[in-house]
């Protein structure tokens, strides 16, 4: 009998005969995943076990992923048919695939990364009392749904299309590179704040209570970007320190910035189609001098963080040896 399903039947026979689930997953039937798997077909849900790493190449999981605390699930041209849950301290990596249901990254995951692929709505669960700094990074992806995000760092770049609302609480910041957004944007107090750049936002864009400051646009203090942005609704920056700037954009809409501290900067080549209210300060440096004298480190020690955690979970998948799919 194939290992993959002994944990299954032992389990139906301790029920007194009758095949019940087994784990975390819904299903009757769990496949187990340590090591590396190749271009076959689970017919049932995926487990790995903690601490464990599983990386899979052109793997078809008709039923629900769950990523064990510790745990880490690499996938590269695959697909899962349903849900993708990530415990404390899991990884899930998924580069050109497709994940029909949801991802979920629990309080304290590591991290989620997708790269070149398809998922529905995206959860980030706040820290709370874990110690593990999250991470969300999509790039060139397309979320059917929406992103919900309560903890550690946000990216999403390189034409990534979300179709939903984004909506960011208490993380480390929130970026949206070359990016298009379908729904509303709303990042509310992040650490570091929130970079906007070279992306259109269909809906209403809302940043309150930042601490690091908010850039939309280039020439401002948080990062390098080569353009502004489009925002189809009103925009609103408020309470908000570490310094606002607003740099050519277009705005179908009111821009409101109100109560930070220093006053916005609101460059003449914006575009804002409904107004300014409230209070904006002087450009007193000129942007030629800012630009790359005082960008901030976290972009590229996030990117550190993530290879790292990839490089990690291929070498232990590939120790493990192929996985009994």
Not at 191 to 196: E, L, M
Not at 244 to 267: E, K, M
Not at 283 to 312: H, I
Request: negative net charge; hydrophobic residues 40%.
């Amino acid at each position: 009998m194939p290992r993959r399903i002994i944990a299954a039947v032992a389990a139906g026979v301790a029920a007194g005969g009758m095949l019940v689930g087994v784990g975390p997953a819904s299903a009757d039937l769990v496949t187990y995943c340590i090591g590396t798997g190749g271009a076959v077909t689970v017919p049932n849900d995926l487990y790995v076990p903690p601490n464990e790493s599983c990386d899979l190449a052109g793997t078809t999981i008709t039923g629900n992923v769950s990523v064990a605390a510790g745990a880490n699930l690499v996938v590269a041209n695959g697909r899962v048919s349903g849900d993708v849950r990530i415990a404390g301290n899991g990884y899930f990596d998924a580069s050109s695939s497709v994940v029909s249901g949801q991802v979920v990254l629990a309080a304290g995951g590591y991290g989620v990364y997708l790269r070149d692929a398809q998922s529905g709505t995206i959860t980030v669960r706040p820290k709370g009392s874990t110690t593990v700094d999250s991470f969300l990074f999509v790039e060139g992806s397309t979320v059917a749904g929406g992103v919900t995000a309560g903890a550690g760092d946000v990216r999403i770049d390189q034409g990534t299309q979300i179709e939903g609302n984004v909506n960011s609480s208490g993380t480390y910041y929130t970026d949206v590179h070359d990016s298009f957004l379908d729904g509303t944007l709303q990042v509310l107090n992040s650490a570091t704040g929130s970079v906007v750049c070279g992306s259109a936002v269909r809906g209403k864009a809302t940043f309150a209570g930042n601490l690091g400051g908010v850039q939309l646009g280039p020439n401002g203090g948080l990062d390098s970007c080569a353009s502004g942005g489009y925002f189809g609704r009103d925009v609103s920056v408020t309470n908000t320190s570490g310094g606002v700037t607003v740099d050519d954009n277009i705005i179908d809409g009111v821009l409101t910035v109100q109560a930070n501290n220093p006053a916005a900067v609101v460059a003449p080549n914006n575009r804002i189609r409904g107004g300014i209210v409230g209070d904006t300060g002087a450009d007193v440096a000129p942007a030629a001098a800012r630009r790359g004298t005082s960008m901030s480190p976290r972009p590229e020690a996030a990117e550190q963080r993530a290879a790292a955690r990839l490089t990690a979970a291929e070498a232990e998948a590939t120790a493990a040896g192929p996985a009994d799919l």
